[in-house]
């Protein structure tokens, strides 16, 4: 199965917005629960959001507010909305199943949050 792609990560001011993608190479997409997770240099990968087929979502604490995940199952594409980013945000973010799927981890995309 062909990895999901990642793309829309750059560099940020702390307060200011990013809109990351994830294209998803499945047929099968408008079926799968999908989720964002990032992990930053030394730390474990964790999920930060996630939405279910029938758009429940559901958010890691420390983004609640900030954060929005959605999904065109048209385009077989999911996003996530980033706002008032934080430097506490900065990570590599990758899109995935939930629960994620070894062999379907892309190369993420990087986002920095500095001043």
């Known amino acids: 199965q062909e990895q999901f792609v990642e793309s829309g990560g750059g560099l940020v001011q702390p307060g200011g917005s990013l809109r990351l993608s994830c294209a998803v190479p499945?047929?099968?997409?408008?079926?799968?629960?999908m989720g964002w997770y990032r992990q930053a240099p030394g730390k474990q990968r964790d999920l930060v959001a996630r939405?279910?087929?029938?758009?429940?979502?559901t958010y890691v604490e420390s983004v609640k507010g900030r954060f929005t995940i959605s999904r065109d199952n048209a385009k077989n594409t999911v996003y996530l909305q980033m706002d008032s980013l934080q430097v506490e945000d900065a990570a590599v973010y990758y899109c995935?199943?939930?629960?994620?799927?070894?062999?379907?981890w892309g190369q993420g995309t990087q986002v920095t949050v500095s001043s």
């Open positions: 995935n199943v939930n629960p994620a799927r070894f062999g379907l």
């Open positions: 499945s047929n099968q997409f408008s079926f799968y629960t």
């Open positions: 939405m279910t087929p029938d758009g429940m979502t």
